[in-house]
């Protein structure tokens, strides 16, 4: 331990003169002169793992000198039995790199640190030194050969979505690069249902299970008629929201890799993963009801219908999911509502598919998709028509759930054609180009999708966009010409569904004739058909 005294003191030195790692990195900081010219792993594991319970700080100078002291690799001399001190290694790196109980959210009921602004940058660089770390350790002793490796993959786990705090881009990266050079280690049931599922999920879930499941993921058939108090104290119930919101990342992590290797066809592991999901979209936050919604898509993607039918949670899944519909401004913040819609909306279509897989199953799945539409959609535009923002998340809604009912779309067409109409001939709708953009791509699916009754409706399209048409000419806008574009895509679907039916030649020139600003729009449509 005395070999690598003068560069501890170095370390320590430093650490405190800039309260923390310092910004300008540790290339400049550190001289070679103070590492020793040889040394072994067996007395760098004494320097860096000493004896005895080891503080954030410890951590931190430990971090700091295994990277400047691996870096120098051929300094290192080897000998037998270093397979125990690099596993040490590999233990203490584990420890570092999980998040601080101060980066984690608090719950109203506990006493919150004095605030830190620079301990997350700080975090972000530590985690940062000890996945690079980790591949200098791989190095010497490759992560299939260290006993405890689904522990440490467990943790690295959790720095896989850049949307947490505690997660910085960089780390991020090389965690990602780190994990995909062990495929067959992380396909390993030991992996990711043991040591993730079992032994961090199911705990940190486990009180609170929602009353619409058994303990084994079923529907349950009696529902319990106690509602949970606001304030009641969640910290306990629910660390997956304070102290182990890491875990929530976690479970993310694992059903994208159970998306990649397996498909569920029964239901073994069914109380491991219903009860996370279903406790997500039963929590009053709304940021956690989305990340339930988007957590459902991707377990609904491994799911077999017979599956869904047989533990009875279609229904569960389902009325988990529609209330999430009505999270609208201005009740709802319009970021909150944002990202809600964004992920309900397409688990809808996803849980409606996955249920009725079939074309004996389209009377029902398209009566599914037609509650949606009318509950969801255009309830939900009604409400909130004047929100430009959320209005376009539900155009682009609108199109998926249009294409994804087809032909059966039809019987809609009396409440989409109007109010699509109405988004191309607001006066003030070149104020919103991507609302604009939204509505001209719905409509285009719209189109192509009932074009067998479109033609009814043909002067009611023609309306809008021979309206658009001219508000573009006379108060252009940046996005002009893509806006054209789309106009013209439309006028040319339009075209083909009709074209057959009535005298749509004679009609177009009746419009150029009474403006002669249309020439741009419809001319091309009638050089294309002669």
Request: aromatic content about 8%; some cysteine.
């Amino acid at each position: 331990m005395a070999q690598f005294a003068n560069l501890r003191d170095a370390v320590a030195a430093e650490l405190e003169k800039a309260h923390g790692i310092p910004e300008n990195g540790l290339n400049e900081v550190f001289t070679l002169d103070k590492l020793p010219p040889a040394f072994s792993l067996s007395s760098l594991r004494e320097a860096i793992v000493p004896e005895g319970t080891k503080d954030r700080i410890e951590l931190v100078g430990g971090i700091v000198l295994l990277d400047v002291c691996l870096r120098e690799s051929s300094r290192v001399q080897r000998h037998e039995g270093d397979a125990e001190h690099i596993s040490k290694l590999y233990d203490f790196v584990t420890e570092a790199l999980k998040p601080p109980r101060h980066l984690l959210p608090y719950s109203d009921f506990e006493e919150r640190p004095p605030k830190d602004d620079k301990a997350l940058s700080q975090f972000h660089e530590l985690s940062r030194l000890s996945v690079h770390n980790l591949d200098r350790l791989d190095l010497l002793l490759p992560l299939s050969h260290y006993p405890r490796y689904s522990s440490l993959i467990k943790v690295l786990a959790c720095f896989t979505d850049t949307r947490d705090s505690w997660t910085g881009n960089d780390t991020q990266k090389l965690v990602t690069a780190f994990l995909a050079r062990y495929q067959s280690l992380l396909r390993q049931e030991e992996v990711l249902v043991e040591e993730c599922l079992q032994r961090a999920v199911r705990p940190a879930f486990s009180s609170s299970r929602p009353s619409t499941v058994t303990s084994q993921g079923r529907k349950a058939m009696f529902r319990s008629a106690e509602g949970q108090s606001s304030f009641i104290d969640e910290t306990s119930s629910k660390p997956w929201k304070f102290g182990a919101a890491y875990t929530v990342t976690l479970f993310q992590w694992v059903l994208q890799n159970l998306l990649v290797w397996y498909r569920l066809s029964s239901s073994d592991h069914w109380p491991l993963l219903v009860p996370p999901i279903l406790a997500l979209l039963d929590d009053e936050s709304v940021m956690n009801k989305a990340k339930g919604a988007e957590l459902l898509s991707l377990l609904l993607e491994l799911t077999s219908s017979a599956l869904l039918t047989r533990t009875g949670l279609f229904d569960v899944f389902r009325d988990a999911l529609l209330p999430c519909l009505h999270y609208l401004p201005t009740l709802t913040p319009q970021h909150e509502s944002i990202l809600i819609l964004n992920e309900t909306y397409p688990a809808l279509r996803t849980i409606a598919r996955v249920r009725y897989p079939t074309r004996k199953d389209e009377p029902e799945r398209s009566s599914f998709l037609d509650g949606v539409l009318r509950e969801g959609l255009l309830s939900g535009y009604s409400h909130c028509a004047e929100n430009v923002a959320v209005s376009g998340v539900l155009m682009k809604q609108l199109s998926k759930v249009v294409d994804a009912l087809g032909i059966d779309s039809t019987k809609h067409l009396k409440s989409i054609i109007p109010l699509l109409i109405s988004i191309l001939t607001d006066p003030f709708s070149n104020a919103s180009p991507s609302l604009l953009m939204a509505a001209m791509h719905t409509l285009q699916t719209v189109v192509l999708n009932s074009w067998p009754r479109i033609a009814h409706w043909r002067g009611d399209i023609l309306l809008g966009l021979t309206v658009c048409w001219i508000k573009l000419q006379e108060d252009p806008i940046e996005e002009k010409q893509e806006l054209e574009r789309g106009l013209t895509d439309i006028l040319k679907l339009l075209t083909t569904a009709v074209g057959s039916e009535v005298d749509w030649n004679c009609e177009v020139e009746s419009l150029m004739r009474v403006r002669t600003d249309l020439t741009g729009l419809f001319q091309p449509v009638l050089d294309a058909i002669h």
